[in-house]
């Protein structure tokens, strides 16, 4: 059977519409960066996507290659990711998208090493004459955070961080957003797909006990 992160980790990817507190684990994820408005056609975060995404499938599908990954076992692509931040502000301007910093990511599973995503930079640049040079491996350990399952429009994420907050500081903790720690989105909805009222989006935010 095909592993599904989404399925066996719960915790991460699927929890309610209600704030909860979690603590996320030192993780390997593919990572593009770069800056602007997400909604921008034929922008720098829709032109990227395609960077993440051909990484993603070339190490997903290496066990119809030569190539052996140690360990390896079939797997579902996990679901997009991002951090975003904007210079100068502690949280999210949403009426300032142009001004947005972003890092774009896909969990890799545990068995992926360094060596593997170099091979396939090499594969993907050589079969799809891309450059994907700003594809990077990234050890990230997230931490302390507070999330919830957002459902609606990304514009209208403003009601749920507010809730979060809320919970946060009934609950003896502190926002905790700094240069290294990000506002965090999983978008576990296709916008190509579905209707925006239905989109279903985890937020997540770093917090510290206090």
Not at 102 to 107: A, E, K
């Amino acid at each position: 059977m095909t592993f599904d992160f989404k399925k066996e980790y719960k915790e991460y990817y699927l929890p309610k519409n209600q704030p909860s507190i979690i603590n996320v684990p030192k993780l390997n994820y593919l990572a593009v960066r770069g800056k602007g408005d997400p909604n921008e056609e034929n922008g720098d975060y829709q032109n990227t996507l395609g960077l993440l995404y051909g990484i993603a499938y070339t190490l997903k599908m290496s066990y119809k290659s030569d190539y052996k990954i140690n360990g390896f076992f079939k797997y579902v692509v996990p679901p997009l990711e991002g951090f975003w931040w904007q210079d100068g502000i502690k949280g999210m301007d949403y009426h300032h998208k142009d001004q947005l910093n972003f890092i774009s990511l896909i969990r890799l599973p545990n068995f992926i090493t360094k060596a593997d995503f170099d091979w396939a930079v090499s594969v993907a640049t050589e079969k799809k004459k891309k450059d994907f040079s700003r594809v990077e491996f990234l050890t990230y350990e997230e931490g302390l955070c507070v999330q919830c399952l957002h459902i609606g429009s990304y514009d209208d994420e403003l009601a749920t961080v507010d809730l979060m907050h809320k919970f946060i500081a009934e609950n003896s903790y502190a926002l905790d957003i700094t240069g290294d720690r990000y506002h965090h989105e999983i978008y576990l909805s296709d916008p190509r797909k579905c209707d925006a009222v239905k989109l279903k989006t985890v937020i997540r935010h770093p917090v510290k006990k206090v």
